[in-house]
């Protein structure tokens, strides 16, 4: 059985304690039709193709980029969560470095790091804001 998570610290202290303020709170919303038929003429990608104007192109691709590193950004610290979870000592089922490494496609080394760093975020709070 896992164990009670404690309360997240408030926001005012997890300022004070180096967190990523200056992150913005959500990425830019991914706007595209998820109901919509793949277009078998051409690579539909929202809808960028078919805009005309080079600063509403400029502007909108500007947008998914910042949305897109942003996701992939917090997508690879819950990657750390779940290593520093999967390796923990504690877990009866727990993970070698080298299974986390074959599971995720990581070097052994890599791994490591990665649950290294998990237990940095666990400790300060976890990610979500």
Do not use: N
């Amino acid at each position: 059985m896992s164990e009670p998570q404690p309360a997240r610290p408030s926001r005012e202290s997890r300022e004070q304690h180096g967190s990523r303020a200056d992150r913005p709170k959500r990425p830019a919303p991914l706007l595209f039709e998820p109901g919509m038929p793949f277009d078998a003429d051409g690579d539909r990608f929202f809808e960028l193709e078919s805009m005309d104007d080079p600063r509403q192109l400029l502007a909108r691709a500007t947008e998914l980029e910042q949305a897109f590193r942003t996701a992939a950004d917090r997508a690879g610290e819950f990657q750390a969560i779940a290593a520093a979870q999967l390796t923990d000592p504690r877990r009866f089922d727990r993970l070698t470095a080298a299974d986390l490494a074959e599971a995720a496609g990581w070097t052994e080394d890599y791994a490591k790091k990665m649950a290294e760093y998990g237990q940095g975020l666990i400790a300060g709070g976890g990610v979500t804001p």
